[in-house]
DNA sequence: CAATATAGTTAGAAAATCAAATCATATCAT
DNA sequence: ATGATATGATTTGATTTTCTAACTATATTG
Protein backbone atom coordinates (compact mmCIF):
# COMPACT_ATOMS: atom_id res chain seq x y z
CA UNK A 1 0.00 0.00 0.00
CA UNK A 2 2.40 2.77 0.72
CA UNK A 3 4.56 1.00 -2.02
CA UNK A 4 2.10 1.39 -4.36
CA UNK A 5 1.51 5.16 -2.66
CA UNK A 6 5.17 5.88 -3.74
CA UNK A 7 5.14 4.30 -7.46
CA UNK A 8 2.02 6.39 -8.25
CA UNK A 9 3.06 9.51 -7.39
CA UNK A 10 6.26 8.97 -8.62
CA UNK A 11 4.43 8.34 -11.89
CA UNK A 12 2.31 11.22 -11.74
CA UNK A 13 5.36 13.62 -11.51
CA UNK A 14 7.10 11.91 -14.05
CA UNK A 15 4.74 12.47 -16.40
CA UNK A 16 4.12 16.08 -14.93
CA UNK A 17 7.65 16.92 -15.69
CA UNK A 18 7.67 15.72 -19.08
CA UNK A 19 4.32 17.24 -20.03
CA UNK A 20 5.61 20.41 -19.58
CA UNK A 21 9.15 19.82 -21.28
CA UNK A 22 6.96 18.80 -24.28
CA UNK A 23 4.82 21.44 -24.12
CA UNK A 24 7.80 24.27 -23.88
CA UNK A 25 9.37 22.10 -26.29
CA UNK A 26 6.88 22.23 -28.99
CA UNK A 27 6.80 26.10 -28.52
CA UNK A 28 10.14 26.49 -29.99
CA UNK A 29 12.08 25.49 -33.03
CA UNK A 30 14.99 25.96 -35.01
CA UNK A 31 14.96 28.10 -38.17
CA UNK A 32 18.29 29.28 -39.90
CA UNK A 33 20.61 28.68 -36.53
CA UNK A 34 18.38 30.45 -34.71
CA UNK A 35 15.92 29.66 -32.47
CA UNK A 36 12.63 31.30 -32.94
CA UNK A 37 8.72 31.12 -31.81
CA UNK A 38 7.26 27.96 -33.38
CA UNK A 39 2.97 28.59 -31.91
CA UNK A 40 1.56 31.41 -30.26
CA UNK A 41 0.45 29.01 -27.12
CA UNK A 42 1.90 29.14 -23.46
CA UNK A 43 1.17 26.36 -21.47
CA UNK A 44 -2.39 26.97 -19.62
CA UNK A 45 -3.64 27.53 -23.30
CA UNK A 46 -1.81 24.39 -24.58
CA UNK A 47 -3.57 22.58 -21.33
CA UNK A 48 -6.97 23.92 -22.01
CA UNK A 49 -6.52 22.53 -25.74
CA UNK A 50 -5.22 19.20 -24.43
CA UNK A 51 -8.77 19.18 -22.78
CA UNK A 52 -10.65 20.32 -25.02
CA UNK A 53 -9.16 17.95 -27.17
CA UNK A 54 -9.51 15.10 -25.15
CA UNK A 55 -13.41 15.36 -24.02
CA UNK A 56 -14.70 17.68 -26.49
CA UNK A 57 -17.31 20.09 -26.30
CA UNK A 58 -17.47 20.82 -22.76
CA UNK A 59 -18.76 24.33 -20.87
CA UNK A 60 -16.81 26.21 -18.54
CA UNK A 61 -17.12 24.65 -15.44
CA UNK A 62 -15.92 21.87 -16.41
CA UNK A 63 -12.83 22.94 -18.41
CA UNK A 64 -12.32 24.28 -15.19
CA UNK A 65 -12.59 21.35 -13.31
CA UNK A 66 -10.47 19.67 -15.54
CA UNK A 67 -7.86 22.06 -15.51
CA UNK A 68 -8.11 22.20 -11.64
CA UNK A 69 -8.67 26.25 -11.59
CA UNK A 70 -11.54 28.76 -10.88
CA UNK A 71 -13.69 29.67 -13.44
CA UNK A 72 -12.37 32.79 -13.51
CA UNK A 73 -9.31 31.71 -14.64
CA UNK A 74 -10.69 29.39 -17.18
CA UNK A 75 -13.03 32.94 -18.47
CA UNK A 76 -9.45 34.45 -19.40
CA UNK A 77 -7.44 30.87 -20.89
CA UNK A 78 -10.75 30.34 -23.13
CA UNK A 79 -11.02 34.47 -24.06
CA UNK A 80 -7.51 34.07 -25.54
CA UNK A 81 -7.42 30.58 -27.08
CA UNK A 82 -10.95 32.06 -28.89
CA UNK A 83 -9.33 35.54 -30.21
CA UNK A 84 -6.34 33.16 -31.27
CA UNK A 85 -9.14 31.47 -32.81
CA UNK A 86 -7.92 27.84 -31.63
CA UNK A 87 -11.32 27.68 -29.60
CA UNK A 88 -15.37 28.94 -29.72
CA UNK A 89 -17.78 29.78 -27.28
CA UNK A 90 -21.61 28.19 -28.52
CA UNK A 91 -24.68 29.35 -26.32
CA UNK A 92 -26.23 26.74 -25.04
CA UNK A 93 -29.55 25.70 -26.35
CA UNK A 94 -30.82 23.81 -22.67
CA UNK A 95 -29.32 26.47 -20.53
CA UNK A 96 -28.88 30.07 -21.92
CA UNK A 97 -26.18 30.54 -19.03
CA UNK A 98 -24.27 27.53 -20.28
CA UNK A 99 -21.41 28.15 -22.74
CA UNK A 100 -20.24 25.17 -24.45
CA UNK A 101 -16.75 25.58 -25.52
CA UNK A 102 -15.28 23.81 -28.20
CA UNK A 103 -11.90 23.73 -30.78
CA UNK A 104 -11.65 25.39 -34.17
CA UNK A 105 -10.11 23.71 -36.97
CA UNK A 106 -6.91 25.00 -36.15
CA UNK A 107 -7.61 23.80 -31.90
CA UNK A 108 -8.32 20.51 -33.53
CA UNK A 109 -4.94 20.87 -35.45
CA UNK A 110 -2.85 21.89 -32.21
CA UNK A 111 -4.53 19.58 -30.59
CA UNK A 112 -3.24 16.53 -32.95
CA UNK A 113 0.14 18.40 -32.98
CA UNK A 114 0.38 17.73 -29.14
CA UNK A 115 -0.93 14.47 -28.99
CA UNK A 116 1.46 12.90 -31.73
CA UNK A 117 4.12 13.76 -28.48
CA UNK A 118 2.07 11.77 -26.24
CA UNK A 119 1.98 8.31 -28.55
CA UNK A 120 5.70 9.31 -28.41
CA UNK A 121 5.57 8.41 -24.45
CA UNK A 122 2.86 5.58 -25.04
CA UNK A 123 5.16 3.72 -27.19
CA UNK A 124 7.94 4.41 -24.45
CA UNK A 125 5.72 2.65 -22.40
CA UNK A 126 4.88 -0.03 -23.65
CA UNK A 127 8.50 -0.84 -24.88
CA UNK A 128 9.16 -1.49 -21.10
CA UNK A 129 6.60 -3.71 -20.98
CA UNK A 130 5.24 -7.50 -22.38
CA UNK A 131 2.43 -8.15 -23.84
CA UNK A 132 0.74 -9.16 -21.20
CA UNK A 133 1.64 -6.32 -19.04
CA UNK A 134 0.27 -4.05 -21.56
CA UNK A 135 -3.09 -5.44 -21.99
CA UNK A 136 -3.33 -5.36 -17.97
CA UNK A 137 -1.91 -2.12 -17.63
CA UNK A 138 -4.29 -0.93 -19.97
CA UNK A 139 -7.45 -2.78 -18.54
CA UNK A 140 -6.51 -1.04 -15.03
CA UNK A 141 -6.16 2.54 -15.98
CA UNK A 142 -9.62 2.25 -17.94
CA UNK A 143 -11.43 0.35 -14.33
CA UNK A 144 -9.44 3.63 -12.26
CA UNK A 145 -10.63 6.37 -14.60
CA UNK A 146 -13.91 5.18 -15.04
CA UNK A 147 -14.39 4.80 -10.95
CA UNK A 148 -12.22 7.82 -9.83
CA UNK A 149 -11.62 10.48 -12.48
CA UNK B 1 -1.44 1.68 -28.43
CA UNK B 2 -3.93 5.15 -29.30
CA UNK B 3 -5.85 3.02 -26.25
CA UNK B 4 -3.67 2.87 -23.97
CA UNK B 5 -2.18 6.70 -25.07
CA UNK B 6 -5.56 8.09 -24.19
CA UNK B 7 -6.16 6.21 -20.75
CA UNK B 8 -2.80 6.98 -19.86
CA UNK B 9 -3.69 10.68 -20.34
CA UNK B 10 -7.04 10.49 -18.52
CA UNK B 11 -5.28 9.23 -15.84
CA UNK B 12 -2.71 11.75 -15.62
CA UNK B 13 -5.17 14.57 -15.99
CA UNK B 14 -7.10 13.14 -13.05
CA UNK B 15 -4.37 13.02 -10.89
CA UNK B 16 -3.31 16.36 -11.51
CA UNK B 17 -7.16 17.87 -11.31
CA UNK B 18 -7.24 15.52 -7.70
CA UNK B 19 -4.16 17.00 -6.80
CA UNK B 20 -4.42 20.83 -7.16
CA UNK B 21 -7.81 20.33 -5.45
CA UNK B 22 -6.03 18.72 -2.37
CA UNK B 23 -3.33 21.06 -2.32
CA UNK B 24 -5.78 24.20 -1.90
CA UNK B 25 -8.26 22.46 0.26
CA UNK B 26 -5.52 21.63 2.92
CA UNK B 27 -4.33 24.86 2.87
CA UNK B 28 -7.65 26.18 3.96
CA UNK B 29 -9.54 24.98 7.19
CA UNK B 30 -12.97 26.34 8.52
CA UNK B 31 -12.46 27.88 12.16
CA UNK B 32 -15.95 29.08 14.62
CA UNK B 33 -18.06 29.25 10.80
CA UNK B 34 -15.13 30.86 9.17
CA UNK B 35 -12.25 30.17 6.72
CA UNK B 36 -8.94 30.71 7.29
CA UNK B 37 -5.44 30.10 6.23
CA UNK B 38 -4.10 26.94 8.06
CA UNK B 39 -0.93 26.61 6.28
CA UNK B 40 1.32 29.29 5.24
CA UNK B 41 2.33 27.27 1.90
CA UNK B 42 1.22 28.13 -1.41
CA UNK B 43 0.76 25.95 -4.55
CA UNK B 44 4.29 25.83 -5.80
CA UNK B 45 5.77 25.47 -2.34
CA UNK B 46 3.87 22.63 -1.95
CA UNK B 47 4.77 20.88 -4.83
CA UNK B 48 8.80 21.60 -4.40
CA UNK B 49 8.17 20.54 -0.79
CA UNK B 50 6.38 17.37 -2.26
CA UNK B 51 9.42 16.80 -4.77
CA UNK B 52 11.94 17.51 -2.18
CA UNK B 53 9.86 14.90 0.16
CA UNK B 54 10.13 11.75 -2.08
CA UNK B 55 13.29 12.23 -3.94
CA UNK B 56 15.46 13.81 -0.99
CA UNK B 57 18.40 16.13 -1.08
CA UNK B 58 18.99 17.38 -4.68
CA UNK B 59 20.22 20.16 -6.26
CA UNK B 60 18.94 23.11 -7.91
CA UNK B 61 18.99 22.06 -11.29
CA UNK B 62 17.06 19.02 -10.55
CA UNK B 63 14.40 20.41 -8.33
CA UNK B 64 13.79 22.56 -11.59
CA UNK B 65 13.67 19.98 -13.84
CA UNK B 66 11.07 17.76 -11.21
CA UNK B 67 8.69 20.91 -11.29
CA UNK B 68 9.07 21.50 -14.91
CA UNK B 69 10.51 25.07 -14.38
CA UNK B 70 13.51 27.14 -14.94
CA UNK B 71 16.34 27.21 -12.32
CA UNK B 72 15.37 31.17 -11.74
CA UNK B 73 12.18 29.70 -10.45
CA UNK B 74 13.24 27.46 -8.50
CA UNK B 75 15.41 29.84 -6.88
CA UNK B 76 13.02 32.36 -6.01
CA UNK B 77 10.54 29.09 -4.94
CA UNK B 78 13.24 27.94 -2.31
CA UNK B 79 14.35 31.59 -1.07
CA UNK B 80 10.74 31.47 0.02
CA UNK B 81 10.49 27.82 1.94
CA UNK B 82 13.90 28.85 3.36
CA UNK B 83 12.88 31.59 4.91
CA UNK B 84 9.74 30.07 6.02
CA UNK B 85 11.78 27.58 7.39
CA UNK B 86 10.95 24.51 5.76
CA UNK B 87 13.92 23.41 3.46
CA UNK B 88 17.38 24.21 3.96
CA UNK B 89 20.33 25.05 1.20
CA UNK B 90 23.84 23.14 1.89
CA UNK B 91 27.13 23.82 -0.25
CA UNK B 92 27.92 20.98 -2.18
CA UNK B 93 31.72 19.29 -1.02
CA UNK B 94 31.96 18.13 -4.73
CA UNK B 95 30.90 21.41 -6.73
CA UNK B 96 31.76 24.49 -5.25
CA UNK B 97 28.84 25.97 -7.80
CA UNK B 98 26.18 23.84 -6.37
CA UNK B 99 23.65 23.87 -3.82
CA UNK B 100 21.87 21.14 -2.42
CA UNK B 101 18.60 21.41 -0.90
CA UNK B 102 16.68 19.56 1.81
CA UNK B 103 13.78 19.80 4.04
CA UNK B 104 13.98 20.93 7.41
CA UNK B 105 12.38 19.19 10.26
CA UNK B 106 9.43 21.25 9.45
CA UNK B 107 9.57 20.81 5.93
CA UNK B 108 9.20 17.10 6.64
CA UNK B 109 6.21 17.70 8.62
CA UNK B 110 4.02 19.01 6.22
CA UNK B 111 5.44 16.44 3.61
CA UNK B 112 4.28 14.04 6.00
CA UNK B 113 0.81 15.35 6.19
CA UNK B 114 0.15 16.14 2.33
CA UNK B 115 1.54 12.37 1.78
CA UNK B 116 -1.74 11.26 4.31
CA UNK B 117 -3.62 12.68 0.97
CA UNK B 118 -1.70 10.31 -1.25
CA UNK B 119 -2.39 7.85 0.82
CA UNK B 120 -6.35 8.69 0.87
CA UNK B 121 -6.18 8.39 -3.08
CA UNK B 122 -4.03 5.25 -2.99
CA UNK B 123 -6.46 3.43 -1.01
CA UNK B 124 -9.18 4.83 -3.48
CA UNK B 125 -7.61 3.23 -6.20
CA UNK B 126 -6.80 0.05 -5.09
CA UNK B 127 -10.73 -0.11 -3.72
CA UNK B 128 -11.52 -0.63 -7.46
CA UNK B 129 -8.99 -3.34 -8.37
CA UNK B 130 -8.83 -6.75 -7.06
CA UNK B 131 -5.58 -8.02 -5.23
CA UNK B 132 -4.17 -9.67 -8.33
CA UNK B 133 -4.39 -6.22 -10.33
CA UNK B 134 -3.36 -4.09 -7.45
CA UNK B 135 0.32 -6.26 -7.26
CA UNK B 136 0.12 -6.03 -11.11
CA UNK B 137 -0.40 -2.89 -11.19
CA UNK B 138 2.87 -2.15 -8.77
CA UNK B 139 5.17 -4.14 -10.61
CA UNK B 140 4.26 -2.59 -13.63
CA UNK B 141 5.14 1.13 -12.32
CA UNK B 142 7.97 -0.07 -10.77
CA UNK B 143 8.83 -0.95 -14.15
CA UNK B 144 8.05 2.33 -15.79
CA UNK B 145 9.46 4.80 -13.16
CA UNK B 146 12.80 2.45 -12.98
CA UNK B 147 13.25 3.34 -16.64
CA UNK B 148 11.41 5.97 -17.82
CA UNK B 149 11.48 8.85 -15.29
C1' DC C 1 45.67 28.91 -19.71
C1' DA C 2 42.16 30.68 -22.53
C1' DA C 3 37.75 29.39 -24.15
C1' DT C 4 33.69 27.26 -23.20
C1' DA C 5 30.25 25.04 -20.31
C1' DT C 6 27.50 24.63 -16.21
C1' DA C 7 24.99 25.77 -11.62
C1' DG C 8 22.77 29.09 -9.54
C1' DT C 9 21.06 34.00 -8.80
C1' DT C 10 18.99 38.41 -9.96
C1' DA C 11 15.99 41.83 -12.21
C1' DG C 12 12.17 43.26 -14.72
C1' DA C 13 8.29 42.11 -17.21
C1' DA C 14 4.59 39.09 -18.55
C1' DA C 15 1.41 35.39 -17.56
C1' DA C 16 -1.53 32.85 -14.47
C1' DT C 17 -4.27 32.71 -10.79
C1' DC C 18 -7.47 33.80 -7.04
C1' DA C 19 -11.37 35.79 -4.29
C1' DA C 20 -15.19 38.48 -4.33
C1' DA C 21 -18.66 41.11 -6.60
C1' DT C 22 -21.86 41.01 -10.30
C1' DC C 23 -25.11 39.63 -14.00
C1' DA C 24 -28.23 36.60 -16.12
C1' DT C 25 -30.80 32.62 -15.96
C1' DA C 26 -32.75 28.38 -13.45
C1' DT C 27 -34.85 26.04 -9.84
C1' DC C 28 -37.40 25.48 -5.66
C1' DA C 29 -40.69 26.20 -1.93
C1' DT C 30 -44.65 27.97 -0.80
C1' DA D 1 -47.07 32.11 -10.12
C1' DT D 2 -43.49 34.52 -7.41
C1' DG D 3 -40.05 35.54 -4.21
C1' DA D 4 -35.90 33.37 -2.50
C1' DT D 5 -32.07 30.82 -3.48
C1' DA D 6 -28.79 28.49 -6.49
C1' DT D 7 -25.88 28.19 -10.50
C1' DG D 8 -22.87 29.35 -14.70
C1' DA D 9 -20.12 32.65 -16.38
C1' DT D 10 -17.75 37.15 -16.32
C1' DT D 11 -15.26 41.08 -14.41
C1' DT D 12 -12.16 43.45 -11.36
C1' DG D 13 -8.13 44.25 -8.73
C1' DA D 14 -4.56 42.20 -6.41
C1' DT D 15 -1.22 38.63 -5.72
C1' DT D 16 1.57 34.84 -7.13
C1' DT D 17 4.17 32.41 -10.39
C1' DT D 18 6.81 32.24 -14.07
C1' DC D 19 9.87 33.41 -17.83
C1' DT D 20 13.92 35.37 -20.29
C1' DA D 21 18.19 37.42 -20.28
C1' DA D 22 22.08 39.06 -18.08
C1' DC D 23 25.31 37.96 -14.60
C1' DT D 24 28.58 35.61 -11.08
C1' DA D 25 31.24 31.89 -9.75
C1' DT D 26 33.20 27.62 -10.51
C1' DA D 27 34.45 23.52 -13.66
C1' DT D 28 35.99 21.43 -17.72
C1' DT D 29 38.28 21.05 -22.08
C1' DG D 30 41.33 21.74 -26.02
Redesign the interface.
Known amino acids: ?????????????????????VIRASDLTVWESSVIRASDLTVSEAHAI??LG?YGQMNMKNVA?????TTGTTTVTIDRLERKQYAKRELSSQDRRVYLISLTEKGLQAYEEH?QF??E??????G??TEE??E??????????A???
Open positions: MEDLTQELFRFFNGFSSWESSEVQMKLGVHHSLSKQVLTLESQLLKTLQKINEIF
